[in-house]
């Protein structure tokens, strides 16, 4: 419950700024989705792992452009999370992708891949780094002012066997364009790590810009 509340006022401090911006702006229609848009982005994630008491913080940065107008898109991300505790530690994670998609019936069903390198260290573990890479599919779609995009992702590292991570993450964003170069997002998502029992309830929200 605490989680839930810090989420909805960092929300609601979000959509105070965004909208005073707004105000200064002259009055142009607002762009719908992300997809075929060029934005850079700004989000902060909270991660409820199961069986862990202390929850995982993170802060990420990524940019977005469209690269064949209508069909494809390509970014890069940066990533930043800790936790505290018993398991006390943090991670640092890049990565780029492509996301491939196509305009039907007011929708667009997507698929993306996206390779990445993260380094870690944990208390009682010791440091890490390694290549990871992921793949997601999905929908954007648009309902007002608001547009929806529930997507099915999956990340794994390139280790064999059961060392391997092999995450899959069902997750639901919902995106508004406050002003014509401003959004703000919040997302919902539970992930199930196939070879641990850390399985986690993942939110965030954060800001867009578009350029």
């Known amino acids: 419950m605490k989680t839930t509340k810090n989420i909805i006022l960092a929300l609601g401090l979000l959509t105070a700024v965004t909208a005073s911006q707004a105000q200064t702006t002259t009055a142009t229609p607002a762009p719908t989705g992300l997809l075929g848009a060029q934005y850079t982005e700004l989000a902060f994630g909270v991660q409820d792992i199961k069986h862990v008491s202390p929850h995982a913080y993170s802060l990420s940065a990524s940019a977005n452009t469209a690269l064949v107008a209508g069909q494809l898109d390509g970014g890069a991300s940066y990533s930043y999370s800790r936790i505290g505790g018993a398991v006390r530690g943090h991670s ?18 997507f698929v ?35 547009t929806i995009t529930p997507r099915l992702s999956y990340a794994d590292d390139f280790e064999g066997g059961r060392k391997s991570s092999q995450a899959w993450t069902y997750a639901v964003e919902a995106n508004h364009w406050c002003s014509k170069t401003t959004a703000i997002f919040a997302s919902l998502g ?9 399985d986690s309830w993942n939110y965030s929200v954060g800001l867009r810009s578009k350029f």
Not at 128 to 134: C, G, P, R, T
Not at 190 to 198: A, L, M
Request: proline residues 5%; charged residues 15%.
């Open 190 to 198: 539970k992930t199930d790590v196939r070879h641990s029992r850390f």
């Open 112 to 146: 993306s891949a996206g390779l990445g390198w993260e380094w870690t260290s944990y208390r009682n573990v010791g440091s890490d780094n390694q290549a990871l890479w992921s793949g997601a599919v999905g929908l954007e779609i648009p309902a007002g002012v608001v």
């Open 92 to 109: 640092n994670t890049i990565g780029g992708y492509f996301t491939a998609y196509a305009p039907m019936n007011g929708v667009k069903p």
